[in-house]
């Protein structure tokens, strides 16, 4: 989570009820190992947890070029109506070679057609970062269905064995929008939910398309994340406002509800319901104007991830607590344990 601590990654798509707890209050300057048993007496009632409820894509395609150059396509979105859709191009190999050992793409041009299976689909566009526009053959329907008989999640190195998609979805998931998992949300399932809300903590969603999390060059991954969409609807909109209004806390779980929800929010912190997308970079220079707590994963320093924790809590403390999760043999990455930060 900072510079100078390591997280061994998660090799494994563990069971849910056995992701560890890094509790972290800033008005406190405290940090504990806790569990997800905690957390309804962790917050109070009138708070408000957002869940991220986008389903992952099998995002995961390989194929090659009709010059036969092996490639890896892994999709930003599903198709639109026009069966159209962004998607970053990878060369020779698959998840078994991280992505900064992959071999790079190959050089592609508007109007060059790419197979994957029973797929075909046409470059439309060759845009910076090994990401092209494509156009599929088949109809949007076929299209989708083809995806899913032969797509797979997207997965890095340090998992061992190929993950089926269900090991991907949060319990509460439901428009496939998301390129890979929201992983925030993996530890709350059902009853975790529902111990919230006996607690009398609000549970609100939106649907935010979270994007790749490393394209493999130092150059590219720094740009990340890129613009997503998101939505919100009226009622999320409602509670985080009425809950800002009469003084309780905004707990997002994940990175991706901070981004959507700050996006959306005036400089008094009312939230705007609908669509719309963000290429907002949140550091800790940002001024948080909705959120107030943040659940979230383990991740290496050498992400944005890092920088985006950094608007909740200061480097000083953040160090010491990764220090302490570090040491105490925590998880990182997608799979991997979680930590609560308690703002201020």
Request: a neutral charge; glycine letters at 8%; charged letters at 20%.
């Amino acid at each position: 989570m900072t510079a100078g601590v390591a997280f061994a990654p998660a090799t494994h798509a563990r069971p849910i009820g056995a992701t560890r707890l890094l509790i972290v209050s800033v008005a406190r300057h405290h940090f504990a190992e806790g569990s997800f048993a905690e957390l309804p007496r962790l917050l109070s009632k009138g708070d408000v947890v957002v869940v991220n409820d986008a389903a992952t894509l099998p995002a995961s395609v390989v194929g090659h070029t009709v010059r036969g150059a092996p490639i890896e396509l892994r999709l930003l979105a599903l198709p639109n109506a026009e069966r159209e859709c962004d998607a970053v191009i990878f060369g020779a190999g698959d998840w078994h070679t991280p992505t900064e050992r992959r071999s790079p793409p190959p050089s592609l041009s508007a109007g060059d057609a790419l197979v994957f299976g029973s797929l075909e689909a046409t470059v439309v566009l060759v845009q910076p970062a090994h990401r092209v526009h494509l156009r599929f053959e088949r109809s949007r329907d076929e299209t989708v269905a083809a995806l899913y008989r032969q797509g797979r999640p997207v997965q890095y190195a340090h998992i061992e064995s190929p993950l089926p998609l269900w090991d991907v979805q949060n319990a509460y998931a439901a428009e496939p929008w998301a390129a890979e998992m929201p992983s925030a949300g993996r530890p709350l399932d059902f009853a975790a939910l529902d111990a919230l809300r006996k607690h009398g903590v609000v549970v609100a969603r939106l649907t935010h398309g979270a994007g790749l999390s490393s394209i493999g060059e130092p150059s590219l991954d720094a740009s990340l994340p890129w613009e997503e969409r998101y939505r919100i609807p009226e009622d999320t909109a409602e509670a985080v406002t009425r809950a800002k209004r009469d003084g309780h806390r905004v707990v997002a779980v994940g990175t991706s509800v901070v981004r959507a929800l700050e996006s959306a929010a005036n400089n008094a912190g009312l939230v705007r319901p609908g669509g719309a997308t963000t290429a907002l970079r949140i550091d800790a220079a940002h001024r948080l104007r909705v959120v107030s707590c943040l659940l979230t994963g383990m991740h290496d320093p050498t992400t944005s991830h890092a920088d985006l924790v950094s608007a909740f809590v200061g480097r000083g403390l953040l160090t010491e607590a990764s220090r302490f999760a570090s040491e105490r043999g925590f998880l990182g990455h997608e799979l991997g344990d979680s930590c609560l930060i308690l703002g201020a």
